[in-house]
């Protein structure tokens, strides 16, 4: 009797050990449209929908494409969670070569939260400001 109750604990132990591990893909995964608010910025304020597909595509287990759309226009972009920071790059349009807007925050657990903003054209911050990103998937467009 003593040997089959060690024997039942044996063969269950593995199996609740991988039922309490939280599930990385799911528990910790950036996928979702997520608002991102810009505050104090000389003509960037409001809140911009950033839509992030975390499929490490970009060199870091989650990363992946990002997209946001400005004045009716689709813009693309990457994004990367390094250790506990989100670094969001999106192309720009307009009369520069190299433009783009870059949202940088902390990030931990599928989580997204506060930072900074950066407009940035022919490689200098022309417009920055305060980042607050809201909860996943509650983008009003």
Known sequence: MTRSIRLLIAAALPVVAL?????????????????????????SNGTYCLSLTDNGSNGWPHSGQATTVLDGTTLYGTFQVIGSLITVTIQSYGSYEDAGLVFVAQASNGTIGKGAYDDVYDGEGIDSGALAFGAKNSCSE
């Open 19 to 43: 039922a309490l591990t939280p599930g990385a893909a799911s528990a910790q995964s950036y996928t979702g449209d997520w608002p991102a608010t810009v505050t104090h910025s000389k003509g």
